[in-house]
């Protein structure tokens, strides 16, 4: 009776052992996370439905999706980097007045916290037209709800240089507010070691994401060309000199630091059939690619964090 006992003991033992081996296991894989798929998603979703109308600059739309990001700045302790997140500016376009407004966070380098990268996307969009209404999921919500997963990243990989997370609006009226940004820049321009911008980055049936911008830059080219960042996808160069049909240099808010001769790289897709439609919705953006480019370009950014340049 007592040998059954003891081999019981034994045996249970083993067994609680192994099983809190697992558990282990599976904690560590929780923790090492970059960020919540599913919530980048949720996030997607939500802020390219009909209830933002469109996000056009100057609209009910926009205004809501501005206390949309504001809300999530605050809810995960993104510092202002401005009073109350906000940058308010106004411009005129095609003979209209517009007013705008930048939303600006900031979360403190561990190294070198005098010393910036500018992580960008626009959340404006076309609004609605003619009764129905351009969500623009890919174009940009998909680029802001990255800025959300970067937060999350930030949280558990603290950066060694200061982060502006910077939700522009108006890129779709003449890039106003990242041209605003530069233009009465808080921290000082030369401070500014790079902007990291997204643009249209959450669905491509080549399997593609560019990174545009290396070629006016040797150092960006090597980080760029020196490492396989997924065998999944494809992050290519291109795009921005040589035999494009399109050049990209000016396309979207980097155009803006590149100007001011901040280095940059803007990471997008190639336009595709909703591309500045009505269609553009969240049921056509592409899930594991868009995860995907998401940690392919938190891979290039820990890739830049380490330099000084």
Known sequence: MMKKILLLSILCFIVCSHTQGQTQVINDSVNTELFSEPLLLQHLETLSSDAFEGRRTGTKGAFKAEKYI??????NNVSPLIINYTQ?????????????????????????PERYIVLSAHYDHEGVENGQIYNGADDNASGIC???????????????????????????????GSKYFVNHSIVPLKEIMINLNMDMVSR????????????????LEDVISSHEYSTTIKLLKGHD??????????????????????????FG?????????????????????????VKVIMSVFE???????
């Not at 308010?88 to 070198?112: A, C, D, M, R």
């Not at 399109?246 to 803007?266: L, V």
């Open 70 to 75: 504001v809300n999530q700045f605050v809810s």
């Open 88 to 112: 308010p500016f106004s411009f005129k376009n095609e003979g209209k007045n517009y007013s705008g407004v930048n939303i600006l966070g900031l979360i403190k380098g561990t190294l070198y």
């Open 146 to 176: 990255a800025l959300f997963s970067f937060i999350e990243y930030f949280k558990i990989n603290p950066p060694n240089h200061s982060i502006i997370l910077a939700a522009f609006d108006a890129e779709e009226l003449g890039l106003q």
């Open 204 to 219: 491509s049936d080549k399997n593609e994401l560019f990174a545009v911008g290396t070629v006016f830059n040797k150092t």
């Open 241 to 266: 000199q040589g035999n494009w049909k399109e050049n990209w240099t000016n396309s979207s808010d980097h155009a803006s630091f590149h100007k001011r001769g901040i280095p940059f790289i803007y």
């Open 269 to 293: 897709v190639e336009d595709h059939k909703d591309y500045h439609q009505p269609t553009d919705d969240y049921e056509n953006i592409q899930p594991d690619f868009y995860i995907e480019a």
């Open 303 to 309: 890739k830049i964090d380490v330099l000084q340049f």
